[in-house]
């Protein structure tokens, strides 16, 4: 129970990776608050959850606006009292042609993949600040440290969120705050196996470059987030995690 007596903050936690860090995160013995826009999904976790004794609450809310991402945050606070250690998970793919793509499309996705992370830290650092303790981990991507053609901006993103996470890591380590970033390779979530079920050969070029010869499981990448997150990773800050089954290594 390596996360008992915290109350963790999940951002895009309805489905896929940030489901299974709530999920971990409730059997590592926290108090669990998730925030996402997809009210069908986080309603079902959080009564699943709840059915089987865990604390959970769901709340309703876009955090690439900073307005509803307080509201929720208050809600969640008054819930479970101040966050202790918080996952920003939130976020999207975007690929494009730099040429054709729009300022509002630019805006609109960097508003979640990369700020709405400054958000969490904004929200969860005055307590923290006072506490003089707290972890937060932002879900980054392997991406942010090499990538492929094809990928912007996603990569930019990416790259942007793990600055932000060094950033934080040097000014409130003093504090005792730590600050990390996971970084999934491929991993078969949901809608990754739905892909998959429509494009069977692109799986079977994927898992060819996967030094494991598999790709990863959100379980797997959760067991991780709720390690970083707890007082068993108490000197680790600044640190990007690469969870990728060792695909990286191809690429040094």
Known sequence: MALKGHH???TGGSQGIGAAIVVDAAAEGARVSFFDIDVERGEALAAKLNSEGNEVLFVKADVSKFAPFKAAFDAAVAKFGPVTAACSNAGRNSYADPVTYTDEEW???FALDLKSSWYIAKLCLPEMRKAKKGSIVFISSIH?????PNYFPYSA????????ARNLALDEGPQNIRTNT???????????????????????DAEA??????MGNPSEIAKVVSFVLS???????????????????RFA
Request: hydrophobic content about 45%.
């Open 107 to 109: 805006e609109s996705f």
């Open 231 to 249: 007082d068993d990773a108490s000197f680790i800050n600044g640190a990007d995690l690469m969870v990728d089954g060792g695909l990286h290594a």
């Open 209 to 214: 470059v996967q030094p494991m010869a598999r």
């Open 157 to 164: 993103a990416k790259g942007g969120l793990n600055g932000l």
């Open 182 to 204: 996971v970084s999934p390779g491929y991993t078969l979530t949901a809608l990754v196996h739905s892909y998959f079920d429509l494009y069977p050969d692109r799986k079977a």
């Open 8 to 10: 963790v903050l999940v």
């Open 144 to 148: 942010g440290r090499m990538t492929a």
